[in-house]
DNA sequence: TCTGGGGTCCTAGGACCC
DNA sequence: TCTGGGGTCCTAGGACCC
């Protein structure tokens, strides 16, 4: 049964506008109210732009190598990633956010979904454009608010809020009148969860919008979409089946993956970034209470090249591990299983899986390792990580990890570290 | 020369069991 | 002629997300 308060519950979805770019603005006077592009890792591809770069035509995704001359000519300000300063500010922004709010999810780094009450007048836009103005005030980052029933239509209100000068980039999809009209807006690949498969297939039926996905045949989308086409289209029509998610689920699996700025066709190189990655998945894991039982490698082979290589393998073990040694022991041996000299690998991954949570683990009957060096081994990993969290990341690491790594990631334009210090963030006094 | 990285969920099909 | 049937578990792959 539905209490009062849940019926007078709206969810929105709040989003930072451009972050990763406004993240550096907000640090970098210099750049404010400048074209400015963020590069993918290895410099590889656009992945945000400021709103002056959007208006110059800069597509998203685009090589940077294809545009980069362009990109010069127009004097477009360009910058490597840079993901430590982007997460200290998600950080800060969702925790403003959380005292706005009922309830908060925490959808991805630079979005959530919040539920919160609607008052008696029915009217959100005040506590909208507060939340806006603190934020701004706070980070000097603009949001972006969609409100709706549940999850799908507020993200929808959100698309409208974009779309809709008038805005201000707020929009309520529950307190207008012609509401087919504005579902007519959205076109059917702009809704979340339908992506480039199921669009093609809704275009060829002549569903071309939100509205008309709306109004479809239910048993056509279930046959052909299953169940999550069927919650989507319910949650169009006003329904909830998505319930918000305000506790973090535990990952069930951990990745961590990289393309080379070079590719690399020596077994050493390729063990070498494989025991790198191993490292910092396994710290990964120790920050998040975990260990694994399925450790896996691959390596492959440019998408844009003719030969076509990948190849994976995999070890189960019996007692789940956070171990950083035991783990390089193993990625070692998998990385010669994977490694064939006749290829140019352009790419490699380490993935840790069949995660469980390391306080309620249980062992295995047969246990290898005794007590005593488990103890040692725990207390060495604590001991790394917390240097590490002092220190940077600099303090400790293995001596696989100091040769040269002919392959590395290339970084050019990475803003400067001393201006990624939280601590130097300025803060605006209004 | 140069095209990101890290996730989740669902489904179909095979293996295996009684 | 006809070659059980139902259940579970696991895996690979597809599709999608930011």
Known sequence: MKSKSSLNKAMALIDANNFYASCEQSINPHLRNKAVVILSNNDGCIIARSPEARALKIKMGMPYFKVKERLNRL???VLSSNYSLYGDMSKRLMNLLKDYSEEIEIYSIDEAFVSIIRPKDKNLNPWARKVRCLIYQN?????????????????????LAKNIDYSAGIFDLVRINDES?????????????IGKQTSNWLQRKGVK?????????????????????????????????????????????IQVSRSFGKPITKLEDLTQALAIYAINA?????????????????ARTSHYSNEAYQKSAYKKLTNAT?????????????????????????????????????????????????QE???????????????????????????????????????NSLSPVSTTNIKKIPTVIS
Request: aromatic share 4%; glycine share 4%; net charge positive.
């Open 75 to 77: 004097g477009v300000a």
């Open 139 to 159: 980070l000097g980052i603009t949001l972006t608010i969609g409100i709706g029933e549940n999850k799908v239509r507020a993200k929808i209100a959100n698309k």
């Open 181 to 193: 009209d504005y579902l007519r807006k959205i076109s059917v690949e702009k809704i979340w969860g």
């Open 209 to 253: 919008n939100a509205q008309e996905l709306r109004d479809m045949d239910e048993d056509e989308i279930m046959k052909k979409l299953g169940i999550i086409g069927k919650r989507l289209q319910l949650e169009l029509r006003g329904n909830k089946c998505l319930p918000i998610e305000t506790i973090k689920k535990p990952k069930k699996q």
């Open 282 to 298: 396994s710290a990964k894991m120790r920050s998040q209470n975990l260990k694994s039982s399925t450790i896996t490698v691959f």
């Open 322 to 370: 956070d171990n950083t040694s035991t783990i390089l022991k193993i990625v070692v041996e998998l990385s010669k299983e994977i490694y064939n000299p006749e290829h140019k690998l352009s790419k490699a991954g380490v993935l840790m899986q069949d995660l469980t949570n390391s306080k309620y683990l249980q062992q295995s009957i047969i246990n290898y390792e005794s």
């Open 373 to 411: 060096d488990k103890n040692k081994s725990v207390s060495l990993m604590k001991t790394i990580d917390s240097l590490n969290k002092k220190f940077n990341n600099k303090a400790i690491t293995w001596a696989i990890t100091k040769k040269t790594q002919a392959w590395a990631m290339n970084r």
